[in-house]
């Protein structure tokens, strides 16, 4: 295979060369330029989400009932007016059994008109027929198996390093897919973004060292929030756990909940 | 070489309209996959900044101490020290960057009658009242909100 070189295959194969070269540094700057128009960064600086392990803990022994935390959600989010919430909280009334029945206990009622922001009306049973009734407040749990982010087909719901389980509302296509998958009922289609929209854990708060807005308003701290990776002195969440014996919501799921309940009955789901 | 060349035409094409799809799909990808896609995982990373870039509504404590702090001071002193002063008086950050008297709540009656009327639902250890036998004038006719057991 000693062919001579034609002075046209090797002038073709020089320009083919150069073409090259050149082709991808011009590639480089063609991404550049596609990605500044399809994304926008003008996000704060010094947050690592690697350094953080937020979690939240909800002590319904302390609960009251007053909805603060719902309320404050809705305006620190700008929560859609109407059934859209990102945090709610549930009444539970357990009756007593009927005279003779051979039942422990009777019917549960359940209810959280307005997610409780305006106040619960009058019990359905006369207080006499009441066996035992509280409230429990309801947020994202925080899975570590999230069921909403394994169905999320185009990888805008997603677990953040930092413990939270965000969406991406540029990213999110509102097939709703993620709303089903949820088993707590956390998520909510937005009608004014028509995207998936859930609990941050106030995101844009946390990030800058405050509280979420529920923890903050909530008059008896039954919502207790914290990073496991930084404990501080007297941590609450760690007071929490060693003062408690805690539970999670419908465990048989698998999903995992990092969000753990202290006082809540074997019929809250 | 010349042999692939010399292959029949029909696979010929075929070939050729696979290795075109290939490329097309990762010039498409190699451009329209976002700079932080997997930069923590198989999700654009810049969005955790862009989430954490939204204005607050509410200030925190520590805001409205800045400037109240007699009450702020007071408040911790007693049996309310829980509660956070946007607890009854609202979202608080629209006055902590332009104090004024018209854009905070202040709180009253229906506040207290909040977390104080009676429930059942409500858990026996705390302070419940049932409003119309107990008092029908104001609250703080008798009670200091920012110290409930002094009497004014």
Same mark, same amino acid.
């Given at each position: 295979?000693?062919?001579?070189?034609?002075?046209?295959?090797?002038?073709?194969?020089?320009?083919?060369?150069?073409?090259?070269?050149?082709?991808?540094?011009?590639?480089?700057?063609?991404?550049?330029?596609?990605?500044?128009?399809?994304?926008?960064?003008?996000?704060?600086?010094?947050?690592?989400?690697?350094?953080?392990?937020?979690?939240?803990?909800?002590?319904?022994?302390?609960?009251?009932?007053?909805?603060?935390?719902?309320?404050?959600?809705?305006?620190?989010?700008?929560?859609?007016?109407?059934?859209?919430?990102?945090?709610?909280?549930?009444?539970?009334?357990?009756?007593?059994?009927?005279?003779?029945?051979?039942?422990?206990?009777?019917?549960?009622?359940?209810?959280?008109?307005?997610?409780?922001?305006?106040?619960?009306?009058?019990?359905?049973?006369?207080?006499?027929?009441?066996?035992?009734?509280?409230?429990?407040?309801?947020?994202?749990?925080?899975?570590?198996?999230?069921?909403?982010?394994?169905?999320?087909?185009?990888?805008?719901?997603?677990?953040?390093?930092?413990?939270?389980?965000?969406?991406?509302?540029?990213?999110?296509?509102?097939?709703?897919?993620?709303?089903?998958?949820?088993?707590?009922?956390?998520?909510?289609?937005?009608?004014?973004?028509?995207?998936?929209?859930?609990?941050?854990?106030?995101?844009?708060?946390?990030?800058?060292?405050?509280?979420?807005?529920?923890?903050?308003?909530?008059?008896?701290?039954?919502?207790?929030?914290?990073?496991?990776?930084?404990?501080?002195?007297?941590?609450?969440?760690?007071?929490?756990?060693?003062?408690?014996?805690?539970?999670?919501?419908?465990?048989?799921?698998?999903?995992?909940?990092?969000?753990?309940?202290?006082?809540?009955?074997?019929?809250?789901? | 070489?010349?042999?692939?060349?010399?292959?029949?035409?029909?696979?010929?094409?075929?070939?050729?309209?696979?290795?075109?799809?290939?490329?097309?799909?990762?010039?498409?990808?190699?451009?329209?996959?976002?700079?932080?896609?997997?930069?923590?995982?198989?999700?654009?990373? #810049?969005?955790?900044?862009?989430?954490?870039?939204?204005?607050?509504?509410?200030? &925190?404590?520590? @805001? !409205?101490?800045? /400037? %109240?702090?007699?009450?702020?001071?007071?408040?911790?002193?007693?049996?309310?020290?829980?509660?956070?002063?946007?607890?009854?008086?609202?979202?608080?950050? #629209?006055?902590?960057?332009?104090?004024?008297?018209?854009?905070?709540?202040?709180? &009253?009656?229906? @506040? !207290?009658?909040? /977390? %104080?009327?009676?429930?059942?639902?409500?858990?026996?250890?705390?302070?419940?009242?049932?409003?119309?036998?107990?008092?029908?004038?104001?609250?703080?006719?008798?009670?200091?909100?920012?110290?409930?057991?002094?009497?004014?």
């Amino acid at each position: 295979m000693n062919r001579p070189v034609s002075r046209r295959s090797l002038l073709g194969k020089i320009a083919a060369a150069v073409a090259g070269v050149l082709a991808a540094p011009a590639a480089k700057a063609a991404k550049t330029i596609a990605q500044k128009v399809l994304v926008s960064t003008d996000a704060p600086k010094g947050y690592d989400p690697t350094q953080h392990k937020w979690v939240m803990a909800i002590d319904a022994n302390r609960c009251i009932g007053c909805g603060f935390c719902a309320e404050a959600c809705k305006k620190e989010n700008h929560v859609p007016e109407g059934p859209y919430f990102r945090t709610w909280v549930e009444r539970y009334i357990i009756t007593k059994p009927k005279p003779g029945s051979g039942a422990a206990r009777g019917e549960t009622l359940v209810d959280s008109p307005d997610g409780g922001i305006h106040g619960y009306p009058e019990a359905p049973v006369p207080k006499e027929e009441i066996q035992h009734s509280f409230f429990v407040p309801k947020l994202c749990n925080l899975c570590h198996h999230s069921p909403c982010v394994q169905v999320c087909p185009v990888g805008a719901s997603f677990d953040a390093p930092d413990g939270t389980v965000l969406v991406d509302p540029n990213y999110c296509i509102g097939c709703g897919f993620c709303i089903q998958a949820c088993p707590y009922g956390c998520r909510f289609l937005s009608p004014i973004t028509k995207t998936a929209e859930k609990c941050t854990l106030c995101y844009h708060r946390i990030t800058r060292g405050l509280k979420p807005a529920c923890v903050e308003v909530c008059p008896t701290q039954a919502r207790i929030f914290g990073d496991l990776k930084h404990p501080v002195p007297d941590d609450p969440i760690q007071q929490f756990y060693q003062n408690n014996l805690v539970m999670a919501l419908k465990p048989h799921l698998g999903t995992e909940p990092r969000v753990f309940y202290a006082g809540i009955d074997k019929e809250v789901r | 070489m010349r042999r692939f060349l010399n292959m029949p035409p029909q696979v010929f094409r075929i070939v050729l309209l696979a290795v075109g799809i290939v490329v097309a799909y990762s010039i498409a990808r190699y451009f329209l996959t976002p700079p932080s896609f997997e930069e923590y995982g198989f999700y654009r990373g #810049a969005a955790l900044a862009e989430l954490a870039t939204r204005d607050r509504v509410y200030a &925190g404590k520590k @805001a !409205c101490d800045e /400037c %109240h702090s007699d009450e702020y001071q007071m408040l911790m002193k007693h049996e309310h020290k829980g509660l956070a002063c946007e607890s009854c008086h609202g979202p608080g950050e #629209a006055h902590a960057e332009d104090p004024r008297k018209d854009n905070i709540q202040r709180s &009253g009656y229906a @506040a !207290c009658l909040r /977390c %104080h009327e009676a429930n059942p639902s409500r858990p026996k250890w705390h302070k419940q009242i049932v409003s119309k036998n107990h008092y029908t004038g104001k609250c703080t006719e008798c009670h200091v909100p920012h110290s409930p057991s002094e009497v004014p």
